[in-house]
C-alpha cells in the first residue's frame, strides 16, 4: 500500500510538473489529490501504535514544513502582486513541504531556484526570452523535489560543511 501510494503522488508530481511546463498553469486539483495522498502515506507509514496524540507528534513537522514554506510563498506572492511567482508554485511548495519535511524542503527549493536561474538565463542569452518573460516554475520545483527526495540529507550536509563549517 506504501509502495502504490508513493507511485501515485510521483505520478501526481509528474502530472504538475508536465502541464505547467506545456500551459503555464498548475492543475490545483491533482495538487490538492497529492497533498490528500501525502498525508495517507504519512499515516500508513507512521509505525507507532494507532495513538492520534503520536501521530499528531509524528506528522507535525510535516504538516509546519508546509505552512511555512507556502507562507514564505505567498509572502513572495502578495509582495510582487503575482508578478514574481504564480499562485500555483504556493500550492505545489505545500505540497512538497508535507511530502519532504525539513530540511529537505530547503534543499528542494535551493535546487530548484538554482536551475530556475540557470534555465531562464540561457533562455535570455539565447535570445529566446526577454527579461520580463515569464517562465513556469512548477517543473523546477518538481525537479527540487525529485533531487532532495534521493540527495537531500547528503546535500544539506554537503552544504552547511562547506559554507556554514558545521
Not at 29 to 41: K, T
Not at 125 to 152: N, Q
Request: proline share 3%.
Amino acid at each position: 500500500i506504501s509502495f502504490g501510494c508513493l507511485l501515485l503522488i510521483v505520478s501526481c508530481f509528474m502530472l504538475i510538473a508536465l502541464h505547467d511546463a506545456k500551459t503555464g498553469y498548475v492543475l490545483s486539483n491533482i495538487v490538492y489529490l497529492a497533498i490528500g495522498l501525502s498525508l495517507f502515506y504519512l499515516v500508513i507509514n507512521y509505525s507507532s501504535s494507532l495513538n492520534l496524540n503520536d501521530l499528531w507528534l509524528y506528522s507535525k513537522p510535516y504538516i509546519l514544513s508546509s505552512i511555512i514554506a507556502g507562507g514564505v510563498f505567498y509572502l513572495i506572492y502578495f509582495i510582487s502582486k503575482g508578478k514574481w511567482l504564480g499562485a500555483g508554485d504556493i500550492e505545489i511548495v505545500a505540497l512538497m513541504g508535507i511530502f519532504l519535511v525539513w530540511p529537505n524542503i530547503l534543499v528542494s527549493l535551493y535546487f530548484a531556484f538554482i536551475m530556475g536561474a540557470i534555465y531562464g538565463s540561457i533562455k535570455i542569452l539565447d535570445h529566446k526570452a526577454k527579461l520580463r518573460s515569464a517562465i513556469p516554475f512548477g517543473p523546477f520545483l518538481i525537479a527540487g523535489t525529485f533531487f532532495a527526495y534521493f540527495f537531500g540529507p547528503q546535500a544539506f550536509s554537503t552544504y552547511t560543511r562547506i559554507f556554514l563549517g558545521l
